[in-house]
């Protein structure tokens, strides 16, 4: 089977908290007792998007496992770029930032769906053009694993919602051309959830540096909608050898 760890937000800022809380997920992963096919972090890895910052994340994030990184609405791609991807070199600095990992008997793009000066999301013509090359360069008996930052569908967050993927519905006409696209994972909720979106599985990961009430644990209209309390979580996505996808999430302890 096929195990994919999901991170998402760990919100880097200089201070010990979310370092803390990074390095315990990345402990509890490194520890595992098993090879794990990759580790995703979808978005809002620093939380001001210094090169600073970047430069305590790329101490953070060191795997035995292959890991792959995308920007969120937090984060600077030209600094993201220089510090954490200085072998992409020939990219123009504010490109978007989109990788793949092409594993054994799977596929993950990981897509870039910030937006420079904005915290809401949108996919880019050339991120779409890229994705689609992916998808179409891919086996159709290989299943793709889509991930981004922003979710392109209200998760019922208020907050989130406001600030989610836009211009979804292009996605999910390509999605449509290739029945090989398996399930969509995105990040920026600070909250685990499950739901669908062009026919395919949308898998949120929780947060790491914080969750967010959902609106019937807020006590009242003036309490804070991020809940700093909860520890640090994450997701992982099994693919099976019959084609099934299930996931599991799981707390950790700093």
């Given at each position: 089977?096929?195990?994919?760890?999901?991170?998402?937000?760990?919100?880097?800022?200089?201070?010990?908290?979310?370092?803390?809380?990074?390095?315990?997920?990345?402990?509890?992963?490194?520890?595992?007792?098993?090879?794990?096919a990759?580790?995703?972090?979808?978005?809002?890895?620093?939380?001001?998007?210094?090169?600073?910052?970047?430069?305590?994340?790329?101490?953070?994030?060191?795997?035995?496992?292959?890991?792959?990184?995308?920007?969120?609405?937090?984060?600077?791609?030209?600094?993201?770029?220089?510090?954490?991807?200085?072998?992409?070199?020939?990219?123009?600095?504010?490109?978007?930032?989109?990788?793949?990992?092409?594993?054994?008997?799977?596929?993950?793009?990981?897509c870039?769906?910030?937006?420079?000066?904005?915290?809401?999301g949108?996919?880019?013509?050339?991120?779409?053009?890229?994705?689609?090359?992916?998808?179409?360069g891919?086996?159709?008996?290989?299943?793709?694993?889509?991930?981004?930052?922003?979710?392109?569908?209200?998760?019922?967050?208020?907050?989130?919602?406001?600030?989610r993927?836009f211009?979804?519905?292009?996605?999910?006409?390509l999605?449509?051309?290739?029945?090989?696209?398996?399930?969509?994972?995105?990040?920026?909720?600070?909250?685990?959830?499950?739901?669908?979106?062009?026919?395919?599985?949308?898998?949120?990961?929780?947060?790491?540096?914080?969750?967010?009430?959902?609106?019937?644990?807020?006590?009242?209209?003036?309490?804070?909608?991020?809940?700093?309390?909860?520890?640090?979580?994450?997701?992982?996505?099994?693919?099976?050898?019959?084609?099934?996808?299930?996931?599991?999430?799981?707390?950790?302890?700093?």
């Amino acid at each position: 089977m096929i195990v994919i760890a999901h991170v998402s937000d760990i919100h880097v800022d200089g201070g010990p908290r979310s370092a803390d809380r990074t390095r315990a997920v990345m402990r509890y992963l490194e520890e595992l007792p098993y090879d794990l096919a990759a580790v995703l972090v979808t978005g809002d890895i620093a939380d001001h998007g210094t090169a600073d910052e970047y430069a305590v994340v790329r101490e953070l994030l060191n795997s035995r496992h292959p890991l792959l990184v995308c920007p969120g609405n937090h984060d600077d791609r030209a600094a993201f770029r220089k510090v954490l991807l200085p072998e992409d070199t020939e990219a123009r600095p504010y490109a978007p930032v989109n990788q793949v990992l092409r594993g054994e008997g799977f596929v993950v793009a990981l897509c870039d769906s910030s937006v420079p000066g904005k915290d809401e999301g949108h996919l880019e013509d050339e991120t779409l053009e890229w994705l689609d090359g992916v998808l179409a360069g891919t086996p159709h008996e290989v299943p793709v694993l889509v991930a981004f930052h922003h979710p392109p569908v209200p998760l019922h967050t208020p907050y989130v919602d406001e600030i989610r993927q836009f211009g979804a519905e292009r996605l999910a006409a390509l999605a449509d051309r290739h029945p090989h696209l398996r399930a969509f994972l995105a990040g920026h909720a600070h909250t685990a959830a499950a739901t669908t979106f062009a026919g395919r599985p949308l898998l949120v990961a929780p947060g790491v540096v914080s969750a967010i009430r959902l609106p019937w644990e807020n006590p009242g209209p003036d309490s804070p909608h991020v809940h700093r309390d909860l520890p640090p979580a994450l997701a992982f996505h099994i693919l099976d050898e019959d084609g099934g996808l299930t996931t599991h999430y799981r707390t950790v302890t700093v």
